[in-house]
């Protein structure tokens, strides 16, 4: 027993003697920085949904989605859409009826049509609205604007804000008279695409605000881009 504590007291002492030879932990110096870059640009990609529906004109029969399918392409053609812009999303039916009006009413079923088509430019979807028929168009919606090359953009981005956050890491360093060395970390803060609502251009569409504009020039506000790093840096 005696042996056993001796041994144990002999360790204990070595542990403690190795613990105090041992240089105290150094944290490396570091310096920690944040990169920004924005753009704003037009969008040349805008999608519409247009909703067609077969209607009847007094006193007449109806008119047929066959009939109001053609002349809707044909005006869509007509501003210069290639048939590559154009696409059908959904096609349906109903009466138009609610289920308890339909008893002592005429219950012929209407068919419906939706097509989406990428403009890219407002002034087109102006055009268009004027040529539409106002009692066949159920629904006209904007439902995306973007811009075709949006990834290579983004890229780009992300590039501009790891050099910004370089740059200010550089002359924040030289202002203590230190030098920046490698990357230790790399953080991206993502943002969404952000657009504004469009300017006013046509009374057709739903979103039109109150800033004063030329009616006859219709376009959308820019999108607006954006990306974030940040960086932390050793210093030297």
């Known amino acids: 027993m005696k042996r056993f504590i001796l041994a144990l007291s002999t360790v204990l002492a070595m542990l403690v003697s190795n613990a105090q030879t041992l240089p105290p932990k150094v944290f490396p110096k570091t310096i920690q920085v944040t990169g920004i870059a924005e753009l704003n ?17 007094k006193n007449k ?23 590559t812009a154009i696409r059908i999303m959904s096609v349906d039916g109903n009466s138009g009826l609610a289920w308890w009006r339909r008893k002592n009413q005429k219950d012929e079923l209407y068919a419906a049509i939706t097509y989406e088509i990428v403009f890219n430019n407002a002034q087109k979807i102006d055009e268009l609205i004027n040529l539409l028929d106002d ?3 159920q629904q006209f919606t904007v439902s995306e604007i973007t811009h075709s090359n949006l ?4 890229k780009q981005l992300r590039m501009d804000a790891m050099k910004a956050a370089k740059t200010k890491a550089i002359y924040l360093a030289e202002s203590i008279s230190e030098n920046i060395g490698s990357a230790i970390t790399i953080t991206e803060t993502t943002f969404p695409q952000v657009f504004d609502n469009m ?3 046509s009374n057709t569409m739903a979103v039109i605000n109150d800033e004063p504009g030329d009616l006859s020039k219709p376009e959308f506000k820019k999108l607006i881009l954006k990306a974030e790093m940040n960086v932390i840096f050793e210093l030297r």
């Open 61 to 83: 029969s109806k008119i047929d989605i066959e009939t109001i399918r053609k002349d809707f392409l044909a005006s869509v053609r007509k501003i210069g859409i290639a048939d």
């Open 135 to 137: 009692e066949a168009t």
């Open 41 to 57: 640009i037009a969008p040349d990609e805008i999608h519409v949904l247009i909703t067609l529906k077969e209607y009847e004109k």
């Open 199 to 201: 300017k006013r251009f």
């Open 151 to 154: 990834v290579n953009l983004q």
